[in-house]
């Protein structure tokens, strides 16, 4: 057993004595110094710090930014100032917000640590008294009471009643039931350590004393904050894959145009004029469009996940959804709604449902598919007046918002979850607790207890006597009742029917469901004196009630759309294991051959034995921030590219560390959002659905216009590569390879950054993470196109001088004009790994209006005298328009003649070899 687990099976006064403290009397305040001195305050620490400046100038080594800066200075040198003006703008604007993204990436540590508790009440040489938490040393005793939060991670040497909120640390979905004795050495899970409170957590109910076992970064909550200072955030795959497109792209460019520059003084042609056409060249090859273009892509992108209630820390992560394999889910809060839920009642022999999930008072009752009346039930409606009556909670209503999502009077509960659930199913018959409350009036309450198992009530009513109500454990509850309430009558409680109502009490544990057993007492008047025992002895037995955190309506669907765009969904919780199959069950995340794993499982399991099982995992209960960090990093061993979704604190590192980390919007603690990329603003699964779909159409949309400015820059390289090889006088001059790289390329390429989804997206599998932007037939297309645009340019060129070689400015403004309609036209090719044909060209009115545009200015720079010497273009009549609108439009249509041509080859190809 760990450390950390030991004091579990330890007796109280094994710990004290290992503390050498006396529970009467505390620590003295000369021995608490001391041992603060040992192991230092009792507060989170944080790592070292960045400063502001360090990490500004940090975003600025990313290599393709500083061959950018390069490009910036040999425009300048070459006085186009608006090109070098454009790239500066693009490198600040991606500095910028990486800085922004390094900025509020670590604050997860200082979320963290709002969560310990400013002050505790403690015992010091035999006095109690409040000190700062920052204080508390390992063997100080401390009293915790219902509001408190636990200020240090303690072993309970008293418990009374004590419940502990502790979903955010453990996934427990309901408030656990604490005590002071030792338990099992096996049970080591953390869920399970029921003599153990930890910092952060709640007291929602009772009260206790505890002995100080961990301080500060020795507790669970700093184990959390230990591994998020040393987990790394993943690289999303589009920034590795545009970082290697990047180098790669600017070696070729800049090869090629040497070799253009070279090629062309060996035909002498003038030296100094190559250099400036090779310079342009250059600039032009290098797409430094490619980061602007990319951040207004993802930009847009999370303007439309705004809409979709998923809101965007940064940006890339939109994009890391689409190749995203499997996904992680937390089920308290994320696949179920975090609220307990009646669904089943036996009462009087029979077993009814209850419709309607959460906390909204709205619902049916029915058996055997016919509708309940309640009034007409006494037992059912005797077993609701107990459930609402016996019970501290509080039903109401009140107007939240919550960041994006504004939810007018919603139903929430004030107590107990469980609590308020029967209250729920109460109200949904009518049966109102304010309402009931004016009718009894609350004489003594025998509040719940570990051992009891049970809680009671006694009330009075003028009119109908005084009674006792209560509610516990069933198979607790039935040893108490001497009788049974049937069809109105209070019958014998015999064997058989003993027998009977635990049969159908297993039958609904069965269904994952937490059971309550409800029974009553009549006494004469409330001056009856009994002793304390005897008023839960002689009850009547009214019967069960079972409850669940409830799925969400909608995350089925969701899963099931997951499945076919070939993602799987696994759960993660630190739930029970019935609880959590069966929900996986219902939801379709389980399946026939799928495993399940307990933290205990994973705890016995070496690192290879979980690696060759991981991928055959569907759900995962019982589990501890490290489980859920280690099931996180195995999937990425094993190729996954990992979403990880959860609200609490116990999810945070596996989020940061998941390739996307995804928080809930409004059940998420601070500390889950701030290590997330991802927040849901309706903390709805379904919502991942969208961000997927987006994330799939954001990256395919990269792809096109990636497409579009290789192809545009190779047609551009080929054809001043083509004509120095022929010995032709240069086809373009260097302002007019500038003009169709910030203008022809630029407005278009945008356009193709919001490109709507094609229908396919989500029944396609997800793409391979470490696939080339390339693969699919990028590469084919563009080197395709390019030699085609680059080609039909040429022969545009060539006619026209041929014709006249006396006007040379005549044959390059008609290069121009044809390079630039290639580029227009190719640009509707890129919609689609298919041909042009495929998509309707007004599915997407921002690129026809670019393209437009682009057509436009291009005709002011022809037409336009005053631009006439600045671009050395010259008016063109209908003999240049005719040749050039054939030789643009000739790529597109060789082009779709080859990609016919391409299937056919290779089937012939294969036959060949099989053959």
Not at 120 to 133: C, F, H, S
Not at 349 to 365: A, C, H, L, N, T
Not at 394 to 399: A, N
Request: hydrophobic share 45%; charged share 20%; glycine share 8%.
């Amino acid at each position: 057993m760990s450390e950390r687990a030991r004091w579990v099976d330890w007796e109280v006064e094994r710990v004290a004595a290992h503390f050498k403290v006396d529970l009467t009397s505390g620590l003295s305040d000369k021995e608490a110094k001391e041992r603060l001195k040992q192991v230092g305050p009792n507060q989170l620490a944080e790592g070292e710090k960045a400063s502001w400046l360090s990490l500004f100038i940090e975003q600025f080594k990313d290599f393709m930014v500083l061959v950018l800066l390069i490009a910036t200075l040999i425009s300048g040198l070459l006085g186009e100032y608006t090109d070098a003006i454009a790239i500066i703008a693009i490198v600040l604007l991606n500095a910028v917000l990486g800085f922004i993204q390094e900025m509020r990436a670590e604050k997860s540590l200082s979320a963290l640590k709002k969560l310990s508790a400013p002050t505790a009440k403690v015992l010091r040489e035999g006095e109690w008294k409040r000190v700062d938490a920052s204080q508390l040393v390992p063997g100080d005793v401390i009293m915790l009471e219902s509001g408190d939060r636990i200020p240090a991670d303690v072993r309970f040497a008293q418990a009374e009643g004590l419940y502990v909120e502790e979903s955010a640390l453990t996934g427990e979905s309901v408030p656990v039931t604490k005590q002071s004795a030792s338990l099992p050495r096996a049970e080591v899970a953390l869920g399970d350590r029921k003599n153990m409170g930890y910092m952060g957590t709640m007291v929602v109910r009772g009260n206790g004393l505890g002995i100080v076992v961990h301080t500060g970064m020795g507790t669970e909550m700093g184990r959390i904050a230990h591994l998020l200072e040393n987990t790394e955030a993943m690289d999303t795959p589009l920034k590795r894959r545009l970082e290697q497109l990047g180098k790669v792209l600017i070696v070729v460019a800049l090869l090629l145009t040497a070799l253009v520059v070279f090629t062309g003084i060996l035909h002498g042609h003038d030296a100094y004029k190559m250099f400036l056409a090779g310079v342009s060249l250059a600039v032009a090859a290098i797409p430094e469009g490619l980061p602007a273009i990319v951040t207004i892509a993802l930009a847009l992108g999370v303007q439309r996940m705004i809409k979709r209630r998923a809101i965007v820390r940064k940006l890339p992560s939109v994009e890391t959804l689409g190749c995203a394999t499997v996904i992680c889910s937390d089920k308290t809060g994320t696949l179920t709604q975090n609220k307990m839920t009646v669904t089943q009642l036996w009462a009087d022999g029979k077993r009814i449902q209850v419709s309607g999930s959460g906390y909204v008072p709205e619902g049916e009752f029915q058996a055997d598919g016919a509708i309940v009346k309640v009034e007409k039930e006494p037992a059912l409606r005797r077993l609701l007046e107990v459930a609402a009556l016996c019970n501290n909670a509080q039903l109401m209503q009140k107007t939240e918002k919550n960041g994006l999502l504004k939810k007018s009077e919603a139903w929430v509960v004030n107590g107990d979850p469980t609590e308020g659930a029967l209250l729920v199913a109460a109200a949904k018959a009518g049966l109102d607790k304010e309402r009931l409350a004016g009718e009894w009036e609350r004489i003594k309450e025998l509040p719940f207890d570990s051992e009891r198992k049970m809680m009671s009530v006694i009330l009075e009513n003028k009119s109908k006597g005084c009674v006792v109500f209560s509610k516990g454990a069933p198979d607790v509850l039935l040893t108490k009742c001497t009788h049974l309430l049937e069809q109105g009558r209070k019958v014998p409680l015999t064997d058989a029917k003993r027998e009977q109502i635990l049969r159908h009490n297993e039958e609904l544990a069965s269904m994952a469901l937490r059971n309550l057993g409800f029974a009553y007492r009549e006494l004469d008047s409330r001056h009856t004196v009994l002793k304390e025992g005897q008023y839960e002895q002689q009850l009547v037995f009214v019967g069960l009630a079972g409850m669940i955190d409830p799925p969400r309506a909608e995350v089925k669907e969701a899963i099931n759309v997951c499945r076919k765009a070939g993602i799987k969904t696994v759960m993660i919780t630190g739930d029970h294991q019935t609880t959590a199959v069966a929900i996986a069950r219902e939801l379709g995340i389980k399946r026939p051959q799928g495993l399940t794993l307990t933290g205990q499982d994973l705890y016995n399991m070496s690192d290879d034995e979980f690696q060759k099982k991981v991928n055959d995992v569907d759900v995962y209960a019982r589990v501890s921030p490290e489980h859920k960090l280690r099931i996180v990093k195995a999937l990425q061993q094993a190729g996954q590219v990992v979403a990880m979704t959860g609200d609490g604190v116990n999810d945070a590192p596996a989020i940061k560390s998941a390739d996307i980390g995804i928080a809930m919007g409004i059940t998420g603690t601070d500390v889950s959002k701030e290590a997330s990329s991802l927040i849901l603003a309706d903390d709805n699964f379904s919502t991942i659905v969208a961000a997927v779909e987006e994330g799939r159409n954001i990256y395919e949309n990269i792809r096109k216009f990636i497409s579009y400015l290789l192809a545009s820059n190779v047609g551009e390289i080929l054809i001043m590569f083509l004509a120095m090889l022929a010995g032709l006088p240069l086809p373009l001059v260097p302002i007019q390879i500038l003009w169709v790289n910030l203008v022809t390329d630029g407005l278009p390429a945008m356009a193709l950054g919001i490109d709507p989804a094609e229908e396919d997206t989500m029944v396609r599998s997800p793409r391979n993470s470490r696939e080339s932007v390339f693969a699919r037939g990028v590469g084919w297309k563009i080197v395709t196109r390019g030699l085609l645009i680059g080609a039909c340019s040429l022969m545009a060129f060539w006619v026209t001088y041929m014709e006249t070689p006396d006007d040379l400015v005549r044959a390059q403004t008609v290069a121009f004009a044809t390079l630039v309609f290639a580029q227009l036209i190719y640009v509707f090719d890129c919609r689609s790994q298919g041909t042009i044909f495929q998509r309707n060209p007004l599915d997407n009115l921002p690129l026809v209006l670019a393209v437009l545009s682009s057509a436009v200015l291009l005709l002011v720079v022809i037409y336009h005298p005053p631009l006439q010497p600045v671009f050395h273009t010259v008016s063109l009549g209908v003999r240049e328009w005719i040749l050039i609108l054939v030789t643009s439009t000739l790529p597109v249509i060789l082009a779709g003649i080859l990609d016919l041509l391409r299937p056919m080859a290779r089937r012939t190809q294969r036959m060949m070899h099989s053959s």
